[in-house]
């Protein structure tokens, strides 16, 4: 294979226009994705009943005590960097589509599983086993769709990627706000809504029979007769809408990339900024989602009430990237992530000094909003901003570091929650949206309507 031929496929693939096909293709990756954000949103939603259950303790002993809600919490989150840290590397070796399907797989028996245990050490253990799958199948499903769709829709692909996969949000609240209190057929609730999630996934198992390879993948190992068929499908589906294609010079790539070649330039001062953003957003995203409930509780409302706001609130989850698809492409990518950043933090010291439902539910509601605005942005630009032969290891690695944040984050949230209540909790939120918002603005490199070959030069 020559970088020429790979070249051509790239070009092919952005002059295409975007048609029905185009958006099935993304719907079918995106309910991939739906029941990992499902698995990855359920631990504030079943957080109290595994205390009810007395598996789990509301509060943490010790810093970095195992029997608390932050264990659990943080069990997930060394799952998905392990996940993300070390084997996201797999689909830049073994292709997209298998890398898919496989880590499907692991996610529905690990999580399935994990619905029987009785004490936190098996309840944190196969939270972790899950964890793996899902960081190896939100990194894939980033990079699939990345080179999947041309640059003038790809804020759009991944918007709508993200309505789809944040609509697991309300669903799983909404389950939790009916099970949880509950133990249907003796079975606890938790363990219903954890179960639910697992069965659901087994039934997108048929997606991956509707999804092709990515060309671009295929032309870079030098599989150029299955790019070709692929790629003259996708044009025979356009017909005669088949846009030129976008005047640009060759990227000379090799065949495979190394892990050391995201630390020579052009690619190491996007390592780093992503780096430092990947620590930093975790805290305002998960550091809400995860512990909305538990937040609402510690001001005194009551479980069954503080789930019924927790589902209120999450209805927004869906509708921040739903707003932002006819627009999206418009804007550079790095100030809609700037832009989410800064209204996380505001929304977030709102919330904190409320106690009242109404402001309670409105500014839990706008902050949801902001983060999944700056959510669908980032992941769309983590995967623009490296080359094919690497794409799925950059975004891995540089991913993983939010993962670890994560994992320490939730006992950090668990120590500022106990000794300085919501409002310490949020204060420390907004500090660490205006690092996003630095380091972001300032070292960020434009990417919209920019062909992925043309980025990665």
């Known amino acids: 294979m020559s970088s020429t031929d790979a070249f051509a496929i790239g070009q092919r693939l952005e002059a295409l226009p975007v048609t029905r096909a185009t958006w099935t293709r993304v719907a079918l990756l995106s309910l991939g994705g739906f029941f990992e954000f499902y698995d990855m949103f359920l631990s504030g939603y079943v957080a109290p009943g595994l205390v009810r259950s007395h598996i789990l303790t509301p509060s943490t002993p010790g810093l970095f005590g195992t029997s608390g809600i932050a ?3 943080a069990a997930l989150f060394a ?30 028996a690990a999580s399935a599983i994990m619905a029987f245990q009785r004490d936190a050490f098996g309840l944190d253990l196969w939270r ?5 799958g899902i ?48 133990a249907p057929f003796g079975f606890d609730g938790w363990r219903w809504v954890v179960l639910i999630g697992s069965a659901g996934a087994a039934v997108v198992w048929w997606v991956r029979l509707r999804v092709p390879e990515s060309p671009r993948w295929l032309a870079q190992r030098g599989h150029m007769a299955e790019a070709e068929a692929i790629v003259a499908r996708f044009e025979a589906e356009a017909g005669s809408q088949v846009r030129p294609a976008v005047n640009a010079s060759p990227e000379i790539e090799e065949p495979t990339g190394s892990f050391w070649e995201i630390w020579s330039k052009p690619y190491l001062s996007r390592t780093l900024m992503l780096i430092v953003f990947n620590l930093v957003q975790t805290v305002g995203f998960y550091g809400f989602n995860n512990w909305v409930p538990t937040f609402l509780i510690h001001q005194g409302i009551a479980v069954t009430t503080s789930l019924g706001y927790t589902f209120a609130i999450a209805i927004a989850a ?3 990237p739903l707003l932002a698809v006819p627009f999206t492409d418009r804007f550079e990518r790095k100030w809609l992530i700037v832009g989410g950043a800064f209204f996380v933090g505001a929304f977030g010291l709102l919330f904190a000094n409320m106690r009242s439902a109404v402001p309670l539910i409105l500014f839990g509601a706008g902050l ?22 690497i ?51 300032i070292f960020g490199p434009p990417t919209s309507r920019r062909a992925l070959e043309q980025i990665s030069k």
């Open 135 to 182: 960081g190896v199948e939100l990194v894939t499903i980033d990079t699939y769709i990345a080179e999947l769709v041309p640059s003038a829709i790809r804020g759009r692909a991944f918007a709508v990627n993200q309505v789809l996969q944040f609509t697991a949000i309300p669903i799983v609240a909404l389950l939790a706000w009916a099970l949880v209190p509950h």
């Open 318 to 320: 869906p509708f921040g």
């Open 71 to 73: 264990g659990f919490v």
């Open 368 to 389: 949801t909003l902001a983060n999944n605005v700056m959510s669908f942005s980032f992941h769309a630009y983590q995967a623009e901003l490296y080359p094919t032969r």
């Open 391 to 441: 794409r799925a290891l950059a975004v891995g690695f540089v991913y993983s570091w939010s993962r670890l944040s994560a994992v320490f984050g939730a006992f950090v949230i668990a120590f500022f929650l106990e000794r300085f209540g919501v409002v310490g909790v949020f204060s420390l939120i907004a500090a660490c949206m205006l690092v996003v918002i630095l380091s972001i603005g």
């Open 79 to 108: 799952g998905l960097f392990l996940g993300t840290a070390l084997f996201g590397f797999v689909s830049d070796r073994f292709g997209r589509r298998t890398i898919f399907t496989f880590s499907l797989v692991w996610y529905i």
């Open 128 to 132: 972790f086993i899950a964890g793996i």
